[in-house]
């Protein structure tokens, strides 16, 4: 399912119909913001398993600590600002 991280982490996803990075939730659900995401250790992300059939794809597990990639990969292209996603995060 997910590759393990070192220290707290969240599950992320793109969610299928539209291509939108979203994290896991404490209530198994999915959400576009971070601040929703189910922060956990690394042992307790690697036991929980999202039902993702038909809803998301590239399930992963990051680090709560975000890296540059992720915070890219959340807000959109780097090359062409008209195509950012504008998120509560």
Do not use: C, F
Not at 10 to 15: D, F, G
């Amino acid at each position: 399912m997910a590759k393990a991280v070192a220290g707290p982490g969240v599950i992320t996803a793109n969610r299928l119909h539209d291509g939108a990075v979203v994290y896991l939730t404490a209530d198994g659900g999915w959400s576009e913001h971070i601040a929703a995401a189910l922060v956990a250790s690394a042992e307790a992300l690697a036991a929980v398993q999202p039902a993702a059939q038909n809803t998301v794809v590239d399930v992963t597990t990051i680090s709560a600590d975000l890296s540059l990639r992720e915070k890219i990969r959340l807000t959109g292209p780097t090359v062409r600002p008209d195509l950012a996603r504008v998120t509560g995060a």
